[in-house]
């Protein structure tokens, strides 16, 4: 009976040892952990952000920035612009071109608040939080 090489003998033995990977432990693709980070991260803030601007009205008055408001859109532009840091370039670009009618629009429909805006660039604000808030 003719010998086995050692490799051959090394590559039966690596095979009997190797894990097999099934249900949640198993590695995911690169395109559904994309689609899962998009859904999460991005999906969220964006909708909160349109949700705000789909209000009837003519004028939109952003909540009043002393009290925490879930729906507020300056929070979630806020996230939005810091996912925009975190995404790969092509993600980017489309997350980019997805903001650019949302923010016209915030700009046509909200008024620039001079005070907020002299403070602001003080502080370094972004321009979404200059804008006029609801009085209570």
């Given at each position: ?22 249900g949640?432990s ?11 980070y ?6 969220g ?13 003519r ?36 997350l ?21 805006a ?19």
């Amino acid at each position: 009976m003719p010998r086995k090489r050692p490799g051959a003998l090394r590559a039966d033995r690596s095979d009997h040892r190797r894990p097999i990977r099934r249900g949640p432990s198993a590695e995911l693709d690169e395109v559904t952990v994309r689609r899962l980070y998009w859904r999460v991260r991005v999906e969220g803030p964006l909708e909160r952000y349109r949700r705000f601007l789909r209000q009837p009205g003519r004028r939109l008055y952003l909540p009043r920035a002393d009290l925490y408001s879930p729906h507020d859109p300056a929070e979630a532009r806020d996230e939005l612009e810091r996912l925009k840091s975190e995404l790969p370039p092509r993600a980017r670009g489309e997350l980019r071109r997805m903001l650019a009618p949302l923010d016209e629009e915030l700009r046509r429909r909200t008024i620039r608040d001079p005070y907020a805006a002299s403070v602001g660039r003080l502080y370094g604000t972004p321009w979404w939080w200059h804008r006029l808030r609801e009085d209570l």
